[in-house]
């Protein structure tokens, strides 16, 4: 069996075990994010508007104001995401663009500066 493969059985018998109760012999992961998160920084940073950051990522510009006016801020995932749109924002575009190109229910499109079509 190739080493992909093995990688592949060995956590499926940890998630097994896992599901059984057996937490002892499963590897457990913490992921640390941070609790404040500077969404106008990372909006800048990709040189966008409010309006065009949360078209881009699913937020509604609404949310992204008060993220940034600091009347609130991102839960628990939309901060993990707003990492990884921080660190690797054409891989979430990527993703994103292949989920509204396989959408019928949705056509989504955005222009932005000098930059095309999102």
Same mark, same amino acid.
């Given at each position: 069996?190739?080493?992909?493969?093995?990688?592949?059985?060995?956590?499926?018998?940890?998630?097994?075990?896992?599901?059984?109760?057996?937490?002892?012999?499963?590897?457990?992961?913490?992921?640390? +994010?941070?609790?404040?998160? $500077?969404?106008? @920084?990372? &909006?800048?940073? !990709?040189?966008?508007?409010?309006?065009?950051?949360?078209?881009?990522?699913?937020?509604?510009?609404?949310?992204?104001?008060?993220?940034?006016?600091?009347?609130?801020?991102?839960?628990?995932?939309?901060?993990?995401?707003? +990492?990884?749109?921080?660190? $690797?924002?054409? @891989?979430? &575009?990527?993703? !994103?663009?292949?989920?509204?190109?396989?959408?019928?229910?949705?056509?989504?499109?955005?222009?932005?500066?000098?930059?095309?079509?999102?």
């Amino acid at each position: 069996m190739s080493k992909v493969g093995e990688s592949l059985l060995r956590g499926a018998k940890e998630a097994l075990a896992y599901a059984k109760g057996n937490k002892k012999s499963s590897k457990t992961y913490q992921v640390k +994010i941070p609790k404040k998160i $500077n969404v106008t @920084a990372i &909006r800048e940073k !990709l040189d966008m508007s409010q309006n065009v950051f949360a078209a881009c990522f699913g937020f509604s510009t609404r949310t992204v104001e008060k993220w940034e006016q600091g009347i609130r801020q991102p839960a628990g995932a939309a901060r993990a995401y707003l +990492i990884v749109i921080d660190r $690797n924002p054409e @891989a979430v &575009r990527s993703a !994103l663009s292949i989920h509204i190109a396989h959408s019928r229910n949705h056509k989504v499109t955005h222009r932005h500066k000098d930059k095309g079509v999102i």
